[in-house]
């Protein structure tokens, strides 16, 4: 076990006390266990790197926290109706749409390995801002357009990996 699965494990663990500190309205809180999880995802990548300690369980083990964290967060909040329903259901459907993508793809074909979009990837960091920006903010006066960016990348990205996953099954990767 590597400082960067330990970083991703971490950031799962935070997501419990996360999503008790929204339940409980301890936004300030709950700011804070978001800021420490956003900061150990961009630790653990990076260390990952540097330190060339890449491994086959981080690169399942990264997207899966980053998918819990974020998922999470977008349920409990939209169970406190500080973001729409309509705005979960997208990132909850985009996130199930990918992951069990890549879960079919992985069962049938041993090379395929999750490894995120440039897309992903910011779409990943829209969320985690727009988080942010609802926790950090009194009035949230700007919410609606990080709504309506959040729900377009997110479209954008689950269709870029549909793409990807159906160019994979088209070019006979899996065996």
Not at 20 to 40: D, G, K, N, W
Not at 79 to 104: M, N
Request: overall charge positive.
């Amino acid at each position: 076990m590597n400082l960067p699965n330990v970083l991703s494990i971490l950031r799962l663990c935070l997501t419990a006390f996360f999503i008790v500190s929204v339940t409980y309205q301890r936004y300030t809180e709950a700011l804070v266990l978001f800021v420490a999880q956003a900061v150990s995802d961009l630790l653990d990548g990076f260390l990952a790197r540097i330190l060339h300690k890449k491994t086959d369980l981080g690169a399942w083990l990264d997207p899966i926290a980053d998918k819990v964290m974020l998922v999470s967060s977008y349920l409990v909040l939209g169970f406190q109706e500080i973001v729409p329903y309509w705005v979960v259901a997208i990132v909850l459907s985009r996130d199930l749409v990918v992951a069990g993508g890549f879960l079919f793809l992985h069962l049938f074909s041993s090379r395929v390995v999750p490894s995120p979009s440039l897309l992903g990837k910011a779409t990943t960091v829209l969320q985690m801002v727009t988080v942010l920006y609802l926790l950090w903010s009194v009035t949230r006066e700007f919410q609606l357009y990080f709504f309506y960016a959040v729900a377009g990348l997110t479209l954008l990205s689950g269709f870029q990996y549909l793409l990807l996953g159906l160019t994979a099954l088209s070019r006979k990767e899996i065996v």
